[in-house]
């Protein structure tokens, strides 16, 4: 509960504060961006009311409409991790209709409860790390020098011997923490990380099942089983430290704070719904009905409660975000009551080579500051002109229009190509500086950019 509200404390974020924090990350979609913080805003303030008032304020769910690489699934990342929320992307295209075979739409829940648990039970490792240390070191101790059990003597000198045994200790626990030990081999115990048939069987699409009788014949097959492994004092801590992180979470209570985290800060990214959109005979013969699957995960947006292995989840109040290119189709041909569950419908722009530039180098993630970092490894400077980093936008901007309008992702291909001679000799070149200008760009895409059909398979 405590976790639960500190994280309500870090949605205190006003709308103008979550879109600054965006766009240090995604350029321009100012739409998009005002509607998600919007929308985690309102989070914030639901969770100040009172309980019956709160329970009854549903989400304002978002529909992303724009062609692929514009930022729609960016915005929904940084989003749920500014937040702290478990989050999960998955495709609408995958789903199949209930009674044939593959994903079900209630799958999708199930895997974001997971990722909450993930996300809980880390951050419970790392508060009781400090414990976990002082653990760790004391074993470590132990195994360097075991006290001797003596159960008959005089009590002076039994008193002596302990005195003498703290002493020893201590000064090996001073050897310790200068790291005179860590080279030092020692012999512990080891858990077996082998999968057992039904924990590989769980991973294959039927979780739930496979995970409760995993759980439940869990020494079956050894995978449980411990085993003497040599290894040095330093490897040995932290192992030990690991351990007993992992040792010390209370995984029921794990396992109620993530169901809530999911159910009241969850976010979901529904990818390709424009793959679905359509009425009866949406598919044909052996086809899965579009209209199927939307039904299938009407309930689920309307909010429902599903089991999983942690528990039932109510999906009442976890924020849906959707989004389609809708080129052949539109939002209209959804069913409408999948319509209504999207009442926020935002249209993001195509990218122009004035945002190609801004992508390149304002972001904290910049791709120019990416390559200059991994360059940077090796020794080696790089130093980009303003007419090359022009050059890499003008570029991209016409094999997006003039070949499949890829958005940014057509930066990264660009690029790579610009950059791959230069770090492949990277590690064995004797220059600390290297300078690419418009010239340089040219000379390596320029004549692929004109050939059309090998434009096609390298760019």
Do not use: C
């Not at 240090?24 to 961006?33: F, H, P, V």
């Not at 159960?151 to 005195?163: C, D, H, R, S, T």
């Not at 418009?438 to 090998?454: F, M």
Request: proline letters at 3%; zero cysteines; glycine letters at 6%.
């Amino acid at each position: 509960m405590q976790e639960l509200e500190q994280k309500k404390k870090d949605l205190n974020l006003t709308p103008k504060e979550i879109v600054k924090a965006l766009d240090l990350y995604i350029i321009g979609q100012n739409k998009a961006k005002k509607a998600v913080a919007i929308a985690l805003r309102n989070r914030f303030r639901r969770q100040q009311l009172p309980k019956e008032i709160a329970d009854d304020i549903i989400p304002k769910n978002i529909l992303m409409i724009g062609p692929t690489g514009v930022g729609k699934t960016e915005i929904a990342r940084r989003l749920a991790k500014l937040a702290g929320s478990p989050f999960i992307k998955v495709e609408a295209s995958k789903f199949t209709e209930v009674g044939y075979v593959g994903r079900d739409v209630e799958s999708m829940i199930r895997d974001m409860v997971r990722i909450a648990v993930d996300l809980v039970k880390a951050e419970k490792m790392e508060s009781n790390k400090g414990k976990a240390k002082r653990n760790a070191e004391e074993k470590i101790l132990s195994i360097l020098f075991p006290q001797k059990q003596k159960v008959k003597g005089p009590a002076a000198e039994l008193e002596i011997e302990n005195n003498r045994f703290k002493e020893t200790k201590e000064k090996l626990r001073k050897l310790f923490h200068e790291g005179k030990l860590n080279d030092r081999t020692v012999e512990i115990e080891v858990k077996s990380t082998t999968n057992t048939p039904f924990e590989i069987f769980s991973s294959s699409g039927v979780e739930e099942i496979g995970i409760s009788i995993s759980e439940m014949v869990p020494n079956m097959f050894g995978g449980n089983k411990p085993k003497k492994r040599k290894m040095t004092v330093g490897e040995a801590f932290e192992y030990l430290v690991k351990e007993e992180q992992d040792r010390l979470v209370d995984m029921d209570e794990v396992s109620r704070t993530a169901i809530e985290r999911a159910e009241q800060m969850g976010i979901v990214f529904l990818d390709e719904v424009d793959k679905i959109a359509g009425r009866e005979g949406g598919g044909g013969g052996p086809m899965v009905s579009r209209e199927g699957v939307q039904r299938d995960l009407l309930p689920i947006i309307e909010g429902t409660t599903v089991n999983t292995r942690y528990g039932m989840v109510k999906t009442d109040h976890i924020l849906f975000i959707g989004a389609g290119a809708f080129h052949v189709t539109k939002p209209a041909d959804l069913i409408p009551e999948l319509q209504g569950r999207f009442p926020i419908r935002v249209e993001l722009d195509s990218l122009s080579m004035k945002d190609f530039v801004r992508i390149l180098t304002e972001p904290k993630n910049a791709l120019v500051k990416q390559s200059k970092a991994l360059l940077s490894t090796e020794g080696l400077e790089v130093i980009y002109t303003d007419d090359s980093i022009e050059e890499i936008a003008r570029l991209s901007e016409e094999l997006n229009s003039t070949a499949e309008n890829i958005g940014a992702r057509r930066l990264y291909t660009i690029m790579e190509k610009v950059m791959e001679e230069i770090s492949f000799e990277a590690s064995d070149t004797e220059k600390d500086q290297v300078t690419i200008d418009k010239s340089y760009v040219q000379e390596k895409v320029e004549g692929i950019v004109q050939d059309s059909d090998l434009s096609k398979y390298i760019l």
